[in-house]
């Protein structure tokens, strides 16, 4: 199954996965976010972050309690996706939205705690892509899944990190909420069994 | 609908204007909605003649006035400012208007108008983005009186040698370049006189975000982000235009008496 994945689906979801992003970029160049690109361009791409993050955490559920088993597989390959779009989401930040000013980019980053949900949102999912090929899979063994969780941290970055943009527009923060917030409550519910397994798994690690 | 006979001034000349298109189609101006092309798409059904504002409070002459009996086509100025919004951009804008004092002075303010508040139309039958409730309406400005008074705050009717399109605040505003953008109030219909300091629609809002004041400040940033640098508009395609945020926005030698003593840090 694994093998058939790889071969026949792999370039049309890729293909798929990149249409945003040609979207974006022909918008671009075709001066729909004019006359400040860097701001339009940031939203759009934090956006699509944010939906390849949901998506992600809509897998487990969907694998669990449908017939749809298979789409688990997909697990890695989206979290990539939302990997991939949130740096995006960041260059774009670095260069069209602040010019690469560094006074700018410093006193935003370092004095202004309001973007920090989304940094640390960011060096999770690069954490996560960097530790999602099948040799480090094999290499972390049972704690691949429990860093892997990570992504729920993740998750409620996004949540905190749009609430904290408001400036009295309330739609966005709201639309993702709607879509995070019930699947992480999820999962808190089930951290009884999250704490076995991870008190297992430490315990194992000491001896 | 262009003025004829404007009053050429010598402000900002050498400065160079944002195109007409960007300043007609990148607005905030939430009565409209909060997309930054909302303003342009959502404006037509305002109607702005007649149009008349009340005048009230510590003045000798009150009631309501007619614009066109305030302000008289034949001295009609154009003033080239730069506008700094609070969310770190600006434009370069050529208004058509008068100074703000003369027209305030023709209502004679008494020594208890300490202040002046304005105040935006309210009708959400014109103005679709009142029909929800993103901010308390009607929005609300106001100036200490030397403020108002000060020949750099312009009452505009035009821009571009034109009447104010809709969508930048038809059609009568306030422009005051030494302040973040919403200050500048739009479609006023109100002028009161009063004596202590007026509430004014974001700093009820966010009261620890945007002062009474809101003077451009490189040195005061915003809780959330740096007010240092500004991308002027319209930007490159993968660059911005950043330009340093300068003082006052670059009106120190206008301004700057008027705030001597204050600590702006706390009064921002």
């Not at chain 1, 249409?19 to 934090?46: C, E, H, I, Q, T």
């Not at chain 1, 749009?162 to 409550?185: R, Y």
């Not at chain 2, 940033?221 to 640098?229: A, L, N, Y």
């Not at chain 2, 500004?230 to 003082?247: A, H, I, S």
Request: glycine share 6%; charged share 20%; hydrophobic share 45%.
């Amino acid at each position: 199954m694994a093998v058939f994945w790889d071969r026949r689906e792999k370039p049309y979801v890729v293909f798929l996965f990149l249409m945003p992003l040609a979207w974006m970029v022909s918008s671009l160049f075709l001066g729909r976010y004019f006359p400040d690109p860097g701001k339009a361009l940031m939203n759009v791409s934090g956006i699509w972050a944010s939906v390849f993050v949901i998506a992600v955490l809509f897998l487990t559920p969907i694998a669990k309690f449908t017939q749809f088993r298979m789409i688990s597989r997909y697990r890695r390959f989206v979290g990539l996706g939302a990997f991939m779009y949130s740096i995006l989401h960041l260059v774009v930040y670095l260069v069209l939205f602040a010019g690469l000013n560094l006074s700018w980019i410093v006193s935003d980053l370092v004095e202004k705690p309001y973007i920090y949900a989304g940094v640390l949102a960011v060096i999770i999912l690069s954490a996560l892509a960097i530790t999602s090929t099948k040799k480090m899979m094999r290499r972390m063994g049972k704690n691949w899944k429990v860093v892997h969780r990570l992504v729920y941290l993740a998750a409620a970055c996004i949540v905190a990190h749009l609430w904290w943009q408001v400036k009295s527009d309330i739609t966005l923060a709201m639309w993702v909420s709607v879509f995070i917030v019930p699947l992480l409550v999820i999962r808190i519910n089930q951290t009884s069994y999250y704490k076995k397994y991870f008190k297992k798994t430490l315990k194992k690690g000491l001896r | 609908s262009s003025f004829q006979n404007i009053v050429e001034t010598a402000y900002g000349r050498s400065e160079k204007v944002s195109p007409y298109d960007v300043a007609t189609s990148y607005n905030n101006f939430y009565e409209f909605g909060y997309g930054k092309s909302d303003p342009k798409e959502k404006s037509s059904q305002l109607q702005t003649r007649p149009w008349t504002i009340t005048v009230e409070g510590e003045a000798g002459k009150t009631g309501v006035f007619d614009l066109d009996d305030i302000i008289k086509e034949s001295l009609l100025e154009e003033r080239i400012y730069r506008l700094r919004c609070v969310e770190a951009w600006s434009m370069v804008i050529p208004w058509v208007g008068v100074s703000l004092a003369t027209v305030l002075k023709r209502f004679d303010p008494t020594s208890k108008a300490k202040y002046v508040y304005f105040e935006t139309l309210y009708d959400p039958k014109q103005m679709p983005g009142q029909r929800g409730n993103g901010l308390d309406w009607p929005y609300r400005e106001g100036l200490r009186i030397d403020e108002a008074m000060n020949p750099l705050a312009m009452l505009a009717v035009g821009m571009y040698g034109s009447i104010l399109p809709n969508q930048n605040g038809a059609p009568v505003r306030l422009v005051l370049p030494w302040k973040y953008g919403f200050k500048s109030i739009k479609s006023i219909v109100k002028i009161r006189f009063v004596e202590t300091m007026p509430e004014t629609t974001w700093s009820l809002l966010a009261p620890s975000e945007y002062g009474f004041y809101a003077n451009v400040n490189p040195n005061v940033d915003h809780p959330r982000w740096s007010q240092k640098q500004e991308r002027r508009l319209p930007g490159g395609v993968l660059f911005p235009n950043v330009v340093e945020t300068k003082m006052f926005n670059g009106y120190e030698e206008d301004v700057a008496s008027l705030y001597a003593g204050m600590d702006l840090k706390r009064f921002y």
